[in-house]
């Protein structure tokens, strides 16, 4: 493990293999729950360098997701809500839809850390959302 990633508090260790969920939509998630964060806390809360979250905004920037203001060291950055996603498989998602789904676990997971994503009522809640996402794919096909 990397001196950087050693002592973070609370975090899982490193994993790996394949995950689910990619460290753009990581990084874009982090800054929809708020705009004003600094790359170092991206970073510490996705489990990447400082260099790979540059990386990851830039590419979201050149892709037209993302753009920012600098106000003195600060940046705002703004996301895309309505851009869609890239892969043709996603196509017609928009980026809002995806970052309802991330930003909205990621809210629940740190004010209520006790629930379980097994729990009766939150699986029930994930699985209307996904599959009302899977039924707006569809109708657009």
């Known amino acids: 493990m990397s001196p950087k990633m050693q002592g973070m508090v609370g975090v899982p260790e490193p994993h790996t293999g394949w995950t689910f969920i990619t460290n753009h939509a990581r990084v874009l998630a982090a800054i929809a729950d708020n705009p004003n964060v600094r790359i170092r806390e991206i970073a510490a809360h996705c489990r990447l360098t400082e260099r790979a979250v540059q990386r990851i905004i830039s590419d979201l920037e050149q ?37 309802s789904l991330l930003v909205q676990d990621e809210t629940e997971r740190v004010s209520n ?22 039924r707006r794919r569809v109708d657009r096909e």
Request: no cysteine; aromatic share 4%; net charge positive.
């Open 63 to 99: 892709g037209g997701y993302l753009s920012h203001t600098r106000d003195g060291r600060t940046n705002t950055y703004r996301i895309e809500p309505d851009k869609v996603l890239r892969h043709p498989a996603e196509a017609g998602l928009s980026v809002a839809s995806l970052l």
């Open 113 to 134: 850390p006790v629930a379980q994503v097994g729990a009766p009522a939150e699986h029930r809640r994930r699985e209307a959302d996904m599959d009302r996402l899977l």
